[in-house]
């Protein structure tokens, strides 16, 4: 598609598109394709840069106005990268596919960014077709990325454990504060500045061996992967606020098992 086109599909869906070359990068590499959520005096736009070399073998393969998203594709050397791009409540968006996930429509991209879990459960409860994209069914309330699915084992968690006003967030996003939150379970990991990903038990014990001086660092013990539920209010500023009545687990969207994730500079 030539950029023209590209942006006349986003029209449709009542958005604006702004496909360019990219800026060549003095170190590093420049990529093939990247895609923002870009703001100017006109309000947000998608702001898609493009290699020139790239233009033919990126195209819009769904379109679907009145839902207001569509599914963009980018052919690459190392495969087919999808994006969903749509808007969501207050504001656009744009969402990297997993790869792994058969997606020929904006319906199917739904589906693939959806946790397995909660499509099972969705199965499970015989959530009707109609009402599987929408924000909240029996089987889950969305608010962003973040799905909130009913906890049905009540004893399962420990209200004693329970933290007041505490931030969800992804890597870098603007954090969901949560009226209560308990996280149970996962690997005990200790964090730092230095080490924001979090160091073992066993690391930090090695480390500080060979390092003494990383002791006074300022440590924080963390958990690597918990079970995470929320209960009460969920609030966001791009979001309407949510209740939860009673304990939720908290599971996000399947963006982050997609390779195509690198291409987009966007973090809600």
Same mark, same amino acid.
């Given at each position: 598609m030539s950029m023209h086109q590209i942006e006349r599909q986003f029209t449709r869906i009542g958005a604006r598109a702004k496909v360019h070359p990219p800026i060549v990068r003095r170190w590093g590499t420049t990529p093939e394709v990247s895609i923002d959520i870009g703001n100017d005096a006109e309000g947000e736009f998608f702001d898609i840069a493009v290699q020139p070399a790239q233009l033919a073998e990126t195209q819009v393969i769904d379109t679907q106005p009145s839902l207001r998203h569509l599914l963009l594709m980018s052919r690459q050397d190392d495969g087919k990268h999808k994006f969903l791009c749509g808007h969501d409540e207050r504001h656009w968006f744009v969402a990297a596919v997993p790869e792994?996930?058969?997606?020929?429509? !904006?319906?199917?991209?739904?589906?693939?960014?959806?946790?397995?879990?909660?499509?099972?459960?969705?199965?499970?409860?015989?959530?009707?077709? &109609?009402?599987?994209?929408? &924000? &909240?069914?029996?089987?889950?309330?969305?608010?962003?990325?973040?799905?909130?699915?009913?906890?049905?084992?009540?004893?399962?968690?420990?209200?004693?454990?329970?933290?007041?006003?505490?931030?969800?967030? &992804?890597?870098?996003?603007?954090?969901?504060?949560?009226?209560? !939150?308990?996280?149970?379970?996962?690997?005990? !990991?200790? !964090?730092?500045?230095?080490?924001?990903?979090?160091l073992t038990e066993g690391q930090h014990r090695r480390l500080i061996s060979r390092k003494p001086e990383l002791r006074h660092l300022h440590w924080v013990a963390q958990r690597r992967n918990p079970s995470v539920f929320v209960r009460g209010r969920v609030r966001h500023p791009d979001h309407k606020t949510i209740i939860l009545d009673g304990w939720h687990q908290v599971m996000m969207n399947t963006e982050n098992e997609s390779i195509a994730m690198r291409h987009v500079a966007f973090i809600d």
């Open positions: 792994r996930a058969s997606v020929s429509s !904006v319906k199917t991209a739904f589906d693939a960014l959806k946790p397995t879990a909660v499509r099972a459960l969705e199965n499970r409860l015989g959530v009707k077709p &109609r009402k599987r994209n929408r &924000r &909240r069914n029996e089987a889950f309330i969305r608010q962003g990325e973040w799905f909130f699915v009913p906890v049905e084992n009540k004893g399962l968690v420990d209200d004693r454990l329970a933290l007041r006003n505490e931030p969800i967030a &992804r890597g870098g996003g603007k954090p969901h504060m949560c009226e209560e !939150v308990v996280r149970q379970g996962g690997q005990l !990991v200790y !964090v730092s500045n230095q080490y924001p990903n979090g």
